[in-house]
């Protein structure tokens, strides 16, 4: 297991080169995709509650890096919901405080929080894959580039 892998990974500066696959690694085989979503968002976003379905769906990234404390974890944010990289022994942390996300979406912004938490495995073997880079965007700051279908395959 490489807890580290992102941490590691090197780390590219120009936007222009987040097509060059050099930059791009695989997610090591142990790790998991946990995916969040937040159910018949574009019905709540209608009704008014756009702040509201960004705030959750951005909380479930906060809760996942408080859970593991390390802010050294692959994620892109998707507006009602997020996709995560985490390492397997991180599984059951991030699971218990999506868990209490899950319960908080719902009694105070009555929205619903859906979670999944997909082994790599499982997305390899619908033939995706997970190839993670990541761009420093300020000195210490960066951002993670996906490419590979991976993260659209853990979506569906």
Aim: charged share 20%; glycine share 8%.
């Amino acid at each position: 297991m490489n807890r580290n892998f992102y941490r590691d990974l090197a780390s590219f500066s120009e936007f222009e080169q987040f097509t060059r696959v050099m930059h791009y690694s695989p997610l090591p085989d142990d790790w998991v995709v946990v995916v969040t979503d937040i159910r018949n968002s574009t019905e709540a976003i209608q009704i008014g509650k756009y702040k509201d379905v960004n705030l959750v769906g951005a909380a479930s990234i906060t809760q996942a890096m408080l859970a593991t404390g390390s802010q050294d974890m692959p994620f892109v944010f998707g507006g009602d919901g997020a996709s995560l990289c985490i390492p397997p022994n991180e599984v059951p942390v991030v699971s218990q405080e999506l868990a209490r996300l899950q319960k908080l979406a719902v009694s105070q912004f009555d929205l619903e929080l859906r979670v999944a938490i997909i082994p790599l495995r499982d997305i390899r073997a619908s033939g995706a894959e997970v190839l993670v880079a990541k761009l420093e965007i300020t000195p210490g700051k960066y951002l993670a580039m996906f490419r590979g279908g991976g993260l659209a395959e853990a979506d569906r």
